[in-house]
Structure formats: structure tokens, C-alpha cells
């Protein structure tokens, strides 16, 4: 089948908008790697792996940037950073393209997205003046002890398909301007959007004027790629997101060689509606965190509890807004749920959703809505379920919430906690008591742990990870700068005697 008349070409606006971005249009054309738009389901590009060979090279290159790099005055690293965020509002629109046209985001979401490259930037630069360290209390007279912090290195990034420049901002912004060159290996789906990333970048190093060669290099290609990122000595450490089983496979590969691994993996986040909920505010709240990017977010709302006092109101409520909500070509107003990204998620989608009902689980939605033979559109689906069987326990990275009913708030918080992954939470209540339960440590326990919103939608400032499978890594704001750095700890004797912690004497006897 092919796309719709009314679907504009997916390829035709991708070579406009890499030309006025200006990607080389040798990087992106000519390869053995087709790049599939999930908008149409064209070929929009053919882009070339970087040979093992040359991702040796430019790890080497990035390693020499820092040994030049980490001599800059932070401030001063910070200013590339500054030079960088107006880049990228200059190039806004037309990058938030890149990613709608190769991610499939509506085009609000994947504004966002830059918008959030943009604070992340203003974060850092903030942050190139705060790298801090502790003045120590010691018990020795006429000493100081301090910690002190250093550059770490060449950063590795490996980012995946949904978030595919947001999340190499939060590592790029922050690893820049603690000292440390970085260099990213996107998912194998999305390579335009780095290679569009990287056009805007060099123009902020262009303006900045002195930075050594090497700072920021994107390799492109397949798990053999991220295999010799993740395994080159020069690389102290590798910020990874993606699956779980990406993963197992990523850390003991790092810990062999105890390099240091900041894992982003997989989340089965859970909502709890409680009997004072403001309805219409979770109704909201499930609604974005539940549909938005097709269910294709790290921290898509994919579990529902609700109490039993409230359920038939609730769900009936939400199966009317499953039903209305506009399923369609992200680049046109008004649609709110796009394409999921391949054949692969939609076949995964439709056996979740038959093993949900072979485990007794009543579906609403889920079918594919024909927008072209190699376009994967699907309705949300909205799955009823008896108990939280296997099928709710794993994460299928598509549309689908299930919904099941509580009785008491502690049964709800040891449901949500009982999956493998812990990454995100949330909490709809105007009880004082479950609001403060659910984020104590008897609550919830998810990286993240939120009241009155969805689990889905994290701000900068705060640090963002989860626990448990999800990796317990933590990027972005907060104190997550410390991650790209090293700490020494030092001690300085300004005085005329040695005496020794813990009270220990060892004299020896000194020439006259």
C-alpha cells in the first residue's frame, strides 16, 4: 500500500531541512545504511558506518582534545556552551524537524525536545562556575582537607531512538564543560538527527574559536560500533540509554576494564488514582503520560491502579478519551499521537496485547491505523486486566496501559514496586498522608516519584534515573555533573610538625 495522497513527502522535507541545517549531503547519502522515516515509512537517507578503524581514531582525537581541554578555566568552557544554546534556538524549528521526521514525534514534542537541549545548556553554563568541592573538617592542627574535582576523560554516548538529541545534550552540555570531549554513538534509527546536532555544534565552536580539535564526533553504525566505544581504554565512561538487555550487555563489558557505565534503561512506570484524586487532573495527567510519543518513552505510563471506589467512573472516562484522541502524521495540528517507530514495536505491541488476553485482560484499541504499507500507526490501547500478571510486568515499549483496581494505598505502592524496572512513579491524591507515604522510603521505589503529575515529562534541574534494571545511573541536573568527573581528596600541612590521624606515632630518629 502505499502512503496517503495527503502525507507530504517524508524524504523531499528531510534533504531540505538537512541542507539549511548544513549537513554535508556527502554524510547522508550514498551509504549502505537506508534510514526509514516512521512518519511515511520512506527512505529518507543512506547514511555510511564509520569504519572500527577510524572510531579508534577519533576516540584517540577526542582523547587529545582533552588533554588540551581540561587545562580551559571552567568558565571559559562554558562560554562554548552558551555559544551552543544559541545555536540551537537559532536552529530550533528545523532540527524539532529532524527529529518529527525521523522519530515520528508530533511536532510540539519534538520542539520540546530542543527546548530541552536549550535548558540544559543554560544549566551547564550556570554550572561551569559551580564546580564545587567540600573544605573537610579535620583532626589534625594546622591542616585543611578538601575534596577537589577534575575532568574525567573521553565520554562515550550512546543515545537511543526516542529521545535521540535530548539526552546526549544532558551528557554532551554537562561532560563539556566539566572538561571532558565526548563522543556519540546514536541509535542506528536516528543518525540524522545527530549528524544534524553535530552541524549546529561546529558552529558554535566556529564562534568560540580556540577549542581543540576533536571536542564533540558522532560515529555512526551498528552494535559492533558501540562495541568498540564501550571497550577503548581512552573512554572512562560510557553513558548508555536504551534497553535493559542493551544494558547487561554494556556493563560488564565496562566493569571489565572498570571504566565507569551512567546506564538509562528500561522503566514500567505506574500512576495510583486515590479516591481524592481531582479527576480531571489525572484524567490529563494519565492521558500525556500514556499516549505521548506513542507510548514510546522511557517513562510512558504503562500501569493504571486505581481504587475500586472510583474505577468504573475513571476508566469509562479515559476509554472515551483513548477513543477520540487523534491518531495521524505528526507534522499536522491537531493529531496527538504519531507513528511507532517500525515493524518491529508494532509487532511487539500486537503480542503484548494477545498475551494480555490470553492472561484474561480486556482490550480497548490497539489496532493499526493504515497510513502507508511501511508506516505503523496504531490506536492506544487501553487493556483492563485482572491482576498484574507476567505480561504487565515486562516493558513493551508501545501504547499500551494497562488498568487494574485497588483497595488500599499499601497494597497499590507494593504493586507498583513489584516489576523488575524503577524508573518513574506518580501519585494522585489530595491526602496529606498518601502524598508523603508514597514518597518516603516505604513508597515508592522508582528514581523518580512525583504527586499530582504523571510519571512522564522530567524537567532539567532535577537529576533524572531509576533504580533496579533501569540502571541506577542519574543525568541531567541536580549534582549529576559529578558523574563526568574525578574526585581527589587533599590534605595541606601549613604548619611545622607531621602528627598523624588515628593518634598513630611513628618517630624516627633525624640526623643532628
Known amino acids: 500500500m502505499n502512503a496517503p495522497a495527503n502525507i507530504a513527502s517524508a524524504k523531499t522535507e528531510a534533504a531540505a531541512v538537512l541542507g539549511r541545517l548544513g549537513v554535508d549531503r556527502a554524510l547522508w547519502t550514498g551509504g549502505p545504511r537506508a534510514v526509514r522515516s516512521p512518519v511515511t515509512g520512506e527512505i529518507i537517507a543512506d547514511v555510511h558506518d564509520t569504519p572500527l578503524a577510524a572510531v579508534a581514531q577519533t576516540i584517540e582525537t577526542a582523547h587529545e582534545a582533552f588533554r588540551a581541554w581540561r587545562n580551559v578555566p571552567a568558565p571559559r568552557r562554558g562560554e562554548l556552551i552558551r555559544l551552543f544554546g544559541e545555536e540551537l534556538r537559532a536552529a530550533k524549528a528545523d532540527l524539532a524537524a529532524v527529529v518529527t521526521l525521523e522519530a515520528g514525534k508530533i511536532t510540539s514534542e519534538a520542539l520540546g525536545e530542543v527546548q530541552e537541549m536549550i535548558d540544559i545548556c543554560d544549566f551547564a553554563v550556570g554550572l561551569s562556575r559551580q564546580l564545587y568541592g567540600l573544605t573537610i573538617a579535620t583532626e589534625r592542627p594546622d591542616h585543611r582537607m578538601m575534596e577537589t574535582w577534575h575532568p574525567l576523560g573521553v ?282 507515604l508514597f514518597i518516603s522510603a516505604r513508597g515508592s521505589d522508582c528514581g523518580i516519584a512525583n504527586v499530582n503529575i504523571g510519571p512522564s515529562g522530567a524537567e532539567i534541574g532535577g537529576a533524572f534515573g531509576g533504580e533496579k534494571e533501569t540502571g541506577g545511573g542519574r543525568e541531567s541536573g541536580s549534582d549529576a555533573w559529578k558523574a563526568y568527573m574525578r574526585r581527589a581528596t587533599n590534605t595541606l600541612n601549613y604548619g611545622k610538625t607531621l602528627p598523624l590521624a588515628q593518634g598513630v606515632s611513628f618517630e624516627i630518629k633525624t640526623a643532628p
Request: glycine share 10%; charged share 20%; hydrophobic share 45%.
Open 155 to 436: 565520554v562515550g554516548i550512546i543515545s537511543a531512538f526516542n529521545f535521540p538529541v535530548a539526552v546526549w545534550c544532558w551528557n554532551s552540555a554537562l561532560a563539556l564543560v566539566c572538561g571532558d570531549p565526548c563522543v556519540w554513538k546514536p541509535s542506528e534509527k536516528t543518525p540524522l538527527t545527530a549528524l544534524a546536532t553535530q552541524a549546529v555544534f561546529e558552529r558554535a565552536l566556529a564562534r568560540f574559536g580556540d577549542a581543540p580539535k576533536g571536542l564533540s564526533a558522532v560515529i555512526l553504525g551498528g552494535r559492533e560500533v558501540g562495541e568498540a566505544l564501550v571497550d577503548h581504554p581512552k573512554v572512562p565512561l560510557v553513558s548508555a540509554t536504551g534497553s535493559t538487555a542493551m544494558g547487561r550487555a554494556v556493563g560488564p563489558r565496562l566493569a571489565q576494564r572498570f571504566a565507569r557505565a551512567l546506564l538509562e534503561l528500561g522503566g514500567n512506570n505506574a500512576a495510583i488514582i486515590a479516591p481524592t484524586a481531582d479527576l480531571d487532573l489525572a484524567l490529563r495527567g494519565v492521558a500525556f503520560a500514556a499516549m505521548g510519543t506513542a507510548g514510546q518513552r522511557c517513562t510512558t505510563l504503562r500501569r493504571l491502579f486505581v481504587h475500586e471506589s472510583i474505577y468504573d467512573g475513571f476508566v469509562g472516562a479515559l476509554k472515551a478519551a483513548y477513543a477520540s484522541v487523534p491518531v495521524g502524521d505528526p507534522r499536522q495540528a491537531g493529531v496527538l499521537v504519531g507513528p511507532l517507530i517500525d515493524a518491529a514495536s508494532f509487532d511487539g505491541m500486537q503480542k503484548s496485547l494477545a498475551d494480555a488476553r490470553a492472561a484474561g485482560g480486556q482490550v480497548q484499541g490497539g489496532e493499526r491505523v493504515e497510513m502507508g504499507e511501511e508506516a505503523f500507526y496504531v490506536r492506544p490501547a487501553i487493556v483492563e486486566m485482572p491482576g498484574q500478571t507476567d505480561v504487565v510486568k515486562r516493558e513493551t515499549f508501545a501504547p499500551i496501559l494497562y488498568v487494574m483496581k485497588y483497595r488500599d494505598i499499601e497494597e497499590a505502592i507494593a504493586l507498583q514496586n513489584d516489576v523488575p524496572q524503577g524508573l518513574s512513579s506518580s501519585i494522585f491524591t489530595n491526602d496529606m498522608r498518601e502524598a508523603e
